[in-house]
């Protein structure tokens, strides 16, 4: 059965709507320690798998996503029946549907208990939908955790959580973290720290050709793909510069083909995550 | 030597400044066969690989990139020297360069001349960005050929052509046609026609395990990767309906470890093409 707390909310201009809607705005969520979940498809997801404060609903919305709702009764979410104005003025992006949800970023420690064999670091990756499109392939590809370096963007960015789809609630996400911090922790957790690049001395193709217990144990042989990887993805427009890729055991390329410069930020990533995931089956 | 056609356009409420100007847009793209290409990368690729009407330039753009404005005298194509604001007022996008490109889509016919072995083709896909970071990937892993059915964004576009990074000029992209149109003359032409879905009954990580001459010219098994492939990716919202699956002579699913529902479009569409150019090596 639905039930809502309190009576339904009817008044766009009210500051309960705008501290919702404020929650769109970085500094916002930053005093706050919340932020905006929009739509039905990523409320699903936030409250299956992640810390939500409470829910805005349109009546229709709650009918049609009745799922979602039962849901968070379950959780013991406060749900709030909403005009459809009042959802609209919270998020234009909304269809009827919005959580204001609890930041909980994981921590870098999280991540090296869970014994971690395949990581996706982004160093100053500023695009939201990048970064967004990059933790969703993380996630497909079955990767334990994604790191995104002090200099990124908001992962509670309104269009980076879109373009996750989801996968932001599903795998731990560290942020606020200098590069060379990630890569030497990861290092002695035992992962080999692999950068993306096109001027790579490694072929991917080639390390997948001799991947597995062969090519194991030999620092000084190509880096084996079956063995724990994390991988270092650059900025979307200049790459990683020197500094960043001497802190990776070894610089990989993607092969390129054609007439193509180089592939996008979050194909990049898709392919080299694939091959470890591929490689470590 | 630089040497410019006539003297310096410096008005931006120019006929001829909204002229170019327009072409951002469908109708007048199709009323002119014309469109726009703006910045420095975008139009450096033009110049080189396609057909270009004109050039406009501010004096410090062509100072800068003096490779651009040699390639198109070289080429006999008229540059126009003109104001930062004429510039700005013909793209805000164009960091004191754009082109004036004639549209000349590739044929179909074109592309089974060439004896195509791997072919991209995208079937209802709406989203600019999406498209173009598909043509990016299909250049990168050295497709033959790009198609775009009937129902497909314009690739004409501003932000696709933005977001193909040149690769738009590099292959033949096909437009305008129906999906079982290209798929029946590229079967006939020995391709297989594998369609891209979560629903596939292949696994693509399993067809790379088997890829090669052993399982080649049996069509009752699993498909080949190393055999000619075009692949059918879907609309990025709602994928393939059952009618165009049906329309495909296998349905391959990249596999999903995590708990994502899936991936974006253009990073399952790059995760495909790369198998198969990594298999037909």
């Given at each position: 059965?639905t039930?809502?707390v309190?009576?339904?909310l009817?008044?766009p201009?009210?500051?309960?709507?705008?501290?919702?809607?404020?929650l769109?705005?970085?500094?916002?969520?930053?005093?706050?320690?919340?932020?905006?979940?929009?739509?039905?498809?990523?409320?699903?997801?936030v409250?299956?798998?992640?810390?939500v404060h409470?829910l805005?609903?349109?009546?229709?919305a709650?009918?049609?996503y009745?799922?979602v709702?039962?849901d968070?009764?379950e959780r013991?979410?406060?749900?709030h029946?909403?005009s459809?104005?009042?959802?609209?003025a919270m998020?234009?992006?909304a269809?009827?549907?919005?959580?204001?949800?609890?930041?909980?970023?994981?921590?870098?420690?999280?991540?090296?208990?869970?014994?971690?064999?395949?990581?996706?670091?982004?160093?100053?990756?500023r695009?939201?939908?990048?970064?967004?499109a990059?933790i969703?392939a993380?996630?497909?590809?079955?990767a334990d955790?994604v790191?995104?370096?002090?200099?990124?963007?908001d992962?509670?960015?309104?269009?980076?959580i879109?373009?996750?789809?989801g996968?932001?609630?599903?795998?731990?996400?560290?942020?606020?973290?200098?590069?060379?911090?990630?890569?030497?922790?990861?290092?002695?957790?035992?992962?080999?720290v692999?950068?993306?690049?096109?001027?790579?001395?490694?072929?991917?193709?080639?390390l997948?050709?001799v991947?597995?217990?062969a090519?194991?144990?030999?620092?000084s042989?190509a880096?084996d793909?079956?063995?724990?990887?994390a991988w270092?993805f650059g900025?979307?427009a200049?790459?990683?510069?020197?500094?960043?890729l001497?802190?990776a055991d070894a610089?990989?390329?993607?092969?390129?083909?054609?007439q193509?410069?180089?592939?996008?930020l979050?194909?990049?990533?898709a392919v080299?995550?694939?091959?470890s995931?591929?490689a470590?089956?």
């Open positions: 059965m039930s809502f309190g009576p339904e009817t008044n201009r009210a500051e309960r709507v705008k501290a919702v809607r404020a769109s705005g970085r500094s916002m969520r930053q005093r706050t320690g919340r932020y905006l979940v929009e739509g039905p498809q990523a409320v699903r997801e409250v299956r798998f992640a810390s409470e805005y609903v349109t009546a229709a709650a009918d049609r009745s799922d709702i039962s968070a009764h013991g979410l406060p749900v029946l909403a459809d104005e009042v959802v609209a998020s234009p992006d269809q009827g549907l919005v959580a204001v949800a609890n930041v909980s970023s994981a921590t870098l420690d999280d991540v090296l208990a869970s014994r971690p064999t395949l990581v996706a670091i982004l160093a100053s990756v695009d939201p939908g990048n970064a967004g990059v969703r993380a996630d497909a590809a079955g955790a790191v995104l370096t002090l200099e990124s963007v992962v509670h960015n309104p269009k980076t879109r373009a996750t789809a996968s932001l609630f599903h795998l731990p996400v560290v942020t606020g973290i200098a590069l060379d911090t990630v890569t030497d922790a990861l290092r002695a957790a035992g992962l080999a692999l950068a993306a690049d096109g001027s790579g001395a490694h072929d991917l193709d080639d997948l050709d991947a597995g217990p090519g194991a144990g030999d620092r042989a880096p793909l079956a063995a724990p990887t270092v900025n979307e200049w790459g990683l510069p020197a500094h960043e001497e802190l610089v990989v390329r993607v092969p390129i083909r054609g193509a410069e180089s592939l996008n979050a194909t990049a990533a080299c995550l694939y091959a995931a591929r470590q089956r």
